[in-house]
């Protein structure tokens, strides 16, 4: 039974991380360990699941800083892949994995002879209804609509439950670090997705336990949350940029149409808005992260 590393990224959610554990110690497949990934927690995370480390029934790492999720999933998955499992398996620590859910991906794996780039899970919400932040996409731009398939092609997913083939992480390289929040999982699905057919395997289902079922809004989100927003933009432009003319007149539309959403659905702060968009923008015109590989 091929041997599975499930990377778990966490900062500042222990209840969510406690129940996340207890899903993922009950999963049919049982030929994984589970890598907590902790962003340099301040909530007292270690000390709540002390009990799961003393036992051996998970393994731990402090990041010893907040590397954001982007940071911590490189941080794991390197981690993982340099002590060579036949995969990681990655999520964020609200993620609720049913029960056969890693056992319906690696059933796929099995009938695919390992021979794809990555596998993603479809993804509920709480109340049972498609994830809307978690819906992967068919094409660059188009989102999958339909879930009845058993086995669907996919060309971008998220990083809750995405499972990816060591062999697959060590000729693309690992997720870019400096992308700190969003955006990571595009992009290294994408690179991925360039190079390996790969797939949403619709029996294999998890619960992102987000706080709303709604995607990120600069027009309607906190105006405390507006600074984050500079990732999202320039993480986003680096994105199509490397799309070539298509990608490129995409994220025109988007940032147009973010814009207009600004100045006539936001309540406060619009300048602030309007500015995160602006500064994102051109940032991400001028950022050229390195990609990491395994050496």
Same mark, same amino acid.
């Given at each position: 039974m091929k041997k599975v590393a499930v990377i778990v990224v966490t900062y500042n959610r222990k209840e969510l991380l406690i129940e996340n554990i207890n899903a993922l110690l009950k999963q049919t497949y049982k030929n994984l360990d589970i890598l907590v990934i902790d962003n340099h927690s301040t909530d007292g995370t270690k000390m709540a699941i002390q009990s799961y480390i003393d036992k051996n029934k998970i393994i731990y790492v402090d990041t010893g800083a907040n590397l954001g999720g982007a940071g911590g999933f490189q941080y794991g998955i390197k981690y993982a892949a340099k002590r060579n499992y036949y995969s990681v398996w990655i999520m964020d620590d609200d993620c609720i994995p049913t029960a056969t859910a890693l056992e319906e991906l690696m059933k796929i794996d099995k009938k695919l002879?390992? $021979?794809?780039? /990555?596998?993603?899970?479809?993804? #509920?919400?709480?109340?049972?209804? =498609?994830?809307?932040? $978690?819906?992967?996409?068919?094409? #660059?731009?188009? &989102? =999958?609509? &339909?879930?009845? &398939?058993?086995? =669907?092609?996919?060309? #971008?997913?998220? /990083?809750?439950?995405l499972l990816i083939p060591t062999k697959v992480v060590k000729k693309v390289g690992l997720p870019i670090k400096e992308f700190f929040i969003w955006t990571d999982d595009w992009e290294y699905t994408r690179r991925i997705s360039k190079q390996y057919p790969c797939y949403v395997v619709s029996r294999s289902i998890v619960i992102h336990k987000s706080a709303s079922n709604v995607g990120a809004n600069i027009a309607t989100d906190s105006s405390k949350r507006i600074n984050r927003y500079y990732y999202l933009y320039r993480n986003d432009v680096y994105l199509y940029r490397r799309e070539g003319y298509k990608g490129f007149l995409y994220e025109l539309l988007r940032l147009t149409d973010h814009t207009v959403r600004v100045i006539f659905k936001a309540k406060d702060h619009k300048l602030n808005r309007l500015n995160a968009i602006f500064k994102g923008t051109c940032a991400g015109l001028k950022f050229k992260p390195a990609i990491e590989y395994l050496k």
């Open positions: 002879d390992g $021979n794809y780039g /990555f596998l993603s899970s479809k993804t #509920l919400w709480k109340d049972k209804t =498609i994830c809307t932040m $978690n819906v992967q996409r068919r094409t #660059l731009t188009k &989102n =999958i609509t &339909n879930f009845s &398939n058993p086995v =669907i092609k996919c060309s #971008l997913a998220s /990083f809750v439950s």
